[in-house]
């Protein structure tokens, strides 16, 4: 796969990368400052047209020479602002300049009940940056609970004050600012990822401050996010003479008696999503719902009539995906036995099968290499315990599949795929709308369509986990979150891929 675009860094390798662009574009750092400045309030007045009244909260670092920079920007686009400042013993050089260039009301407070956010008025806070290593205390941690407090928008520049760039697991929750929304530069922070951080970072996009390209390219780091330039600058596209055989036979285990929907979700996922031929396996009994659902798919049944127990034949298929609906009855347990025993080709592990081999932790050793296992958060505990925070579950993550040398799918607001050797993908597709029912099994469907036809486990994961949250954005904005559901999710894949393979 070629170089990943899209990284996350630490916070203090962005400062870094700040300090080398000052001094080989060349450019001063007030300049720099200003340029951050520009590009934020151009989305600023973007994001909020409407927006008259601005309060900021500036501190007495560089975070807060931003603040005003963007209070005298926003005041020459003819917005009325206002800046507190909490008091200081000494301001940065680059704080201090932007301070003397504002012109505007200004007060430096000593107590947080000398402010005062006055109705349809946005507080944009810039008190900490990224470079923030501590707790927040004394009046900046008051002025942070007075923001709190207010009933007004917050917009956080850079990063929300107090939150950390990554581990916050020992930091202070009441001394960060919950923000609406993040304007940050360059790159999002790594904290931002993290379900845990969202009430302070609230929606956030990335803006783009010039810093220099060829040090952003020689950085190493282990995090990256996908966006759609990168996914579909990693999708095979369909070839002329390819044909059903050559995009791959896929094997289905899923659905028992009850619970036959899973199936077949993940069936019409899959073949929306390139598999040449899909063999679903199901009870006996279940057979005609498959074969009337989804006629195009191949009919397997099982021993059994009501629950999967075994598969007789696997040389056909180029890769199985397992788990949706199956249960977890001693039948399955012993199917899923045999399966590790006889198979050793490409994998994806879902819903009950996980849970099977969290409850059977032997099995775990016997996991074919580069299986793709796609647990929610519950069943990831399950398979290697509790997490204190998300921060040291990414750490559990990470030695999870190093250990197996699996890729694991971990399914959320920002779903994360990690790699053996400790790299780490977010995801930014999809919506709240997916909070429901049978969304994992319709992505179960996705990743068996790609692995199927020879697409790398890696890549299928990046692909898939973005072509299904981007399915489920485009029946957002036509239905409303609340419209959407996972059969109509599984409808849509089309359009997601005509997007992506533009």
Same mark, same amino acid.
């Given at each position: 796969?070629?170089?990943?675009?899209?990284?996350?860094?630490?916070?203090?390798?962005?400062?870094?990368? &700040?300090?080398?662009?000052?001094?080989?574009?060349?450019?001063?750092?007030?300049?720099?400052?200003?340029?951050?400045?520009?590009?934020? #309030?151009?989305?600023?007045?973007?994001?909020?047209?409407?927006?008259?009244?601005?309060?900021?909260?500036?501190?007495?670092?560089?975070?807060?020479?931003?603040?005003?920079?963007?209070?005298?920007?926003?005041?020459?686009?003819?917005?009325?602002?206002?800046?507190?400042?909490?008091?200081?013993?000494?301001?940065?050089?680059?704080?201090? !300049?932007?301070?003397?260039?504002?012109?505007?009301?200004?007060?430096?407070?000593?107590?947080?009940?000398?402010?005062?956010?006055?109705?349809?008025?946005?507080?944009?806070?810039?008190?900490?940056?990224?470079?923030?290593?501590?707790?927040?205390?004394?009046?900046?941690?008051?002025?942070?609970?007075?923001?709190?407090?207010?009933?007004?928008?917050?917009?956080?520049? &850079?990063?929300?004050?107090?939150?950390?760039?990554?581990?916050?697991?020992?930091?202070?929750?009441?001394?960060?600012?919950?923000?609406?929304?993040?304007?940050?530069?360059?790159?999002?922070?790594?904290?931002?990822?993290?379900? !845990?951080?969202?009430?302070?970072?609230?929606?956030?996009?990335?803006?783009?401050?010039?810093?220099?390209?060829?040090?952003?390219?020689?950085?190493?780091?282990?995090?990256?996010?996908?966006?759609?330039?990168?996914?579909?600058?990693?999708?095979?596209?369909?070839?002329?003479?390819?044909?059903?055989?050559?995009?791959?036979?896929?094997?289905?285990?899923?659905?028992?008696?009850?619970?036959?929907?899973?199936?077949?979700?993940?069936?019409?996922?899959?073949?929306?999503?390139?598999?040449?031929?899909?063999?679903?396996?199901?009870?006996?009994?279940?057979?005609?719902?498959?074969?009337?659902? #989804?006629?195009?798919?191949?009919? !397997?049944?099982?021993?059994?009539? %009501?629950?999967?127990?075994? #598969?007789?034949?696997?040389?056909?298929? +180029?890769?199985?995906?397992?788990?949706?609906?199956?249960?977890?009855?001693?039948?399955?347990?012993?199917?899923?036995? !045999?399966?590790?025993?006889?198979?050793?080709? %490409?994998?994806?592990?879902?819903?009950?099968?996980?849970?099977?081999?969290?409850?059977?932790?032997?099995?775990?050793?016997?996991?074919?290499?580069?299986?793709?296992?796609?647990?929610?958060?519950?069943?990831?505990?399950?398979?290697?315990?509790?997490?204190?925070?998300?921060?040291?579950?990414?750490?559990?993550?990470?030695?999870?599949?190093?250990?197996?040398?699996?890729?694991?799918?971990?399914?959320?607001?920002?779903?994360?795929?990690?790699?053996?050797?400790?790299?780490?993908?977010?995801? +930014?597709?999809?919506?709240?709308?997916?909070?429901?029912?049978?969304?994992?099994?319709?992505?179960?469907?996705?990743?068996?369509?790609?692995?199927?036809?020879?697409?790398?486990?890696?890549?299928?994961?990046?692909?898939? #986990?973005?072509?299904?949250?981007?399915?489920?954005?485009?029946?957002?904005?036509?239905?409303?979150?609340?419209?959407?559901?996972?059969?109509?999710?599984?409808?849509?894949?089309?359009?997601?891929?005509?997007?992506?393979?533009?």
């Amino acid at each position: 796969m070629r170089k990943m675009l899209n990284p996350i860094f630490k916070t203090a390798q962005v400062g870094a990368m &700040d300090r080398y662009t000052i001094e080989h574009e060349p450019i001063k750092p007030i300049d720099l400052m200003e340029r951050a400045a520009r590009n934020c #309030v151009g989305r600023m007045l973007e994001k909020y047209p409407f927006a008259r009244k601005f309060c900021i909260v500036a501190g007495s670092g560089n975070n807060g020479g931003d603040g005003f920079a963007i209070a005298r920007l926003l005041q020459e686009k003819g917005k009325e602002v206002r800046v507190y400042q909490p008091a200081h013993s000494g301001m940065s050089p680059d704080c201090a !300049e932007n301070r003397n260039r504002w012109k505007g009301a200004y007060l430096e407070i000593k107590s947080p009940e000398e402010m005062e956010f006055k109705e349809g008025e946005m507080i944009i806070d810039a008190i900490f940056g990224s470079g923030l290593n501590r707790k927040v205390e004394g009046l900046a941690a008051g002025v942070i609970r007075k923001i709190n407090k207010s009933p007004n928008p917050v917009i956080a520049v &850079d990063i929300p004050s107090g939150l950390l760039g990554e581990d916050n697991s020992r930091n202070d929750r009441e001394t960060i600012v919950r923000a609406d929304y993040t304007f940050t530069f360059q790159f999002p922070k790594l904290a931002f990822m993290l379900p !845990e951080n969202y009430p302070f970072v609230g929606e956030w996009e990335v803006v783009d401050i010039g810093l220099c390209p060829e040090i952003i390219r020689s950085v190493p780091t282990d995090y990256f996010y996908l966006s759609e330039d990168l996914i579909s600058g990693i999708l095979p596209r369909p070839g002329k003479f390819d044909h059903k055989g050559t995009n791959g036979h896929g094997l289905l285990i899923a659905g028992k008696a009850g619970m036959m929907g899973a199936s077949v979700l993940a069936s019409k996922a899959a073949i929306r999503s390139g598999i040449g031929l899909l063999s679903c396996h199901v009870p006996f009994r279940e057979r005609e719902i498959l074969q009337i659902a #989804v006629p195009e798919a191949l009919l !397997e049944t099982d021993r059994s009539d %009501k629950c999967f127990s075994g #598969v007789d034949n696997l040389d056909k298929y +180029t890769a199985i995906a397992i788990g949706p609906g199956i249960g977890k009855e001693p039948e399955t347990v012993n199917g899923i036995k !045999e399966l590790l025993t006889r198979w050793r080709g %490409k994998t994806i592990w879902d819903a009950d099968a996980l849970n099977i081999l969290a409850e059977n932790s032997y099995l775990l050793d016997l996991l074919p290499e580069n299986s793709l296992l796609t647990p929610h958060p519950k069943e990831f505990e399950r398979l290697v315990g509790k997490s204190e925070n998300d921060f040291e579950r990414l750490n559990k993550l990470s030695i999870f599949a190093d250990r197996y040398r699996v890729y694991i799918v971990l399914k959320g607001a920002h779903t994360v795929v990690v790699a053996p050797g400790g790299k780490y993908w977010f995801n +930014t597709s999809g919506n709240p709308g997916m909070a429901k029912g049978g969304m994992g099994d319709v992505l179960t469907g996705v990743l068996l369509g790609l692995v199927s036809g020879g697409i790398p486990p890696l890549e299928s994961a990046l692909i898939g #986990v973005y072509a299904h949250g981007m399915a489920a954005d485009i029946l957002a904005s036509e239905k409303g979150k609340r419209g959407v559901c996972a059969g109509e999710v599984t409808e849509g894949m089309g359009k997601a891929w005509r997007i992506l393979e533009k």
